[in-house]
């Protein structure tokens, strides 16, 4: 089992600067790919991106890509997500998850086995 918790939520205006954190309990963290998803209000969940375990390959979504930057700290259990030049569209609650396995669908919520409670997010224009 493992236990996800995020922090580092908050209001930021548009051009500003984030550093949301997960924390994972569990001896295998280290063994999972992670990944970092949120959910606008009345919008479906969107993929923001994931790290595979050894931090070498990373993906991110579209609306994302250049902005943001997911990392690992294997040695503390810990995933980050840098998020740079937010914009008032990246506000939503956004969750860390971990995957067991090594799905090659690392952008699908369904590949996640554990998932965090969330953190806000909002942007202000």
């Known amino acids: 089992q493992v236990q996800l918790v995020e922090s580092g939520g908050g209001l930021v205006q548009a051009g500003g600067s984030l550093r949301l954190s997960c924390a994972a309990s569990g001896r295998t963290f280290n063994a999972y790919t992670m990944g970092w998803f949120r959910r606008a209000p009345g919008k479906e969940r969107e993929f923001v991106a994931a790290?595979?375990?050894?931090?070498?390959?990373?993906y991110y979504g579209d609306s994302v890509k250049g902005r943001f930057t997911i990392s690992r700290d294997n040695a503390k259990n810990s995933l980050y997500l840098q998020m740079n030049s937010l914009k008032p569209e990246d506000t939503a609650v956004y969750y860390c998850a971990a995957d067991r396995g090594y799905s090659s669908s690392y952008y699908s919520g369904s590949s996640y086995d554990y998932w965090g409670q969330g953190t806000q997010v909002t942007v202000s224009s």
């Open positions: 790290i595979r375990w050894r931090s070498v390959t990373t």
